[in-house]
């Protein structure tokens, strides 16, 4: 994964609470085993009508707003745990997702694939709201490191929660596998320690 470390960038809006992951990536397109092309059918029925056209009033098909952050309303990911959901997402270019509450399977779904999940306080996503929607310029800086998210050219921030191995992973862009090899030379240490222990312990009780 790439590594996350700290990230300054416009955001999309989403005001909507509730939204499910067959919303976010409808049941139709999860037949393909592998991660690309999700992107292309992130909220498929909210972006297009039936004919395939895209819908105008949706916040994806408006050029005023872009960016790498998707700010969106409480209670994100909820529904079944398909980690198709998280894939789209990150396909379709965003690195963070900013809401005042995520589902559980859905937060770590997101961790697991490099995609930030960040909780704020429902009045902190209120504000960020508001300044993204009164000036669609308006960028957002989130700090993995420090933990916090920022409105730039503001005093406002806010601190946020993140499991710390998950933290470990993102900053330096491992997967779980990244960061057990990263720990093997630790881990075999332990286990010349180990074996050499055991040695002793019999030794030990063979004498007695």
């Given amino acids: 994964m790439e590594k996350f470390v700290k990230?300054?960038?416009?955001?999309?809006?989403?005001?909507?609470e509730d939204i499910d992951t067959d919303q976010i990536i409808p049941a139709r397109f999860l037949k393909a085993t592998t991660r690309d092309g999700f992107g292309d059918n992130l909220f498929r029925d909210w972006r297009y009508d039936n004919q395939n056209n895209p819908k105008p009033d949706f916040i994806l098909n408006n050029p005023n707003f872009s960016g790498q952050i998707l700010v969106a309303g409480k209670n994100f990911?909820?529904?079944?745990?398909?980690?198709h959901a998280a894939w789209a997402i990150a396909d379709y270019g965003f690195k963070v997702v900013i809401s005042s509450f995520f589902a559980d399977i859905f937060k770590g779904n997101a961790l697991n694939n490099g995609l930030l999940p960040v909780q704020?306080?429902?009045?902190?996503?209120?504000t960020v709201f508001e300044h993204i929607f009164a000036d669609k310029?308006?960028?957002l800086e989130v700090d993995l490191e420090a933990q916090t998210v920022t409105i730039v050219g503001t005093n406002i921030s806010e601190k946020f929660e993140i499991n710390q191995y998950k933290k470990t992973c993102l900053i330096n862009g491992y997967d779980d596998i990244d960061y057990l090899l990263n720990l093997r030379?630790?881990?075999?240490?332990?286990e010349k320690t180990s074996k050499y222990l055991s040695l002793v312990s019999q030794d030990q009780e063979v004498e007695a």
Avoid: D, H
């Fill in 185 to 190: 030379e630790k881990i075999e240490a332990y």
């Fill in 7 to 16: 990230i300054t960038s416009t955001a999309v809006p989403l005001p909507i």
């Fill in 120 to 126: 704020v306080s429902e009045s902190f996503l209120a």
């Fill in 137 to 139: 310029n308006t960028q």
């Fill in 77 to 83: 990911g909820c529904g079944s745990s398909r980690e």
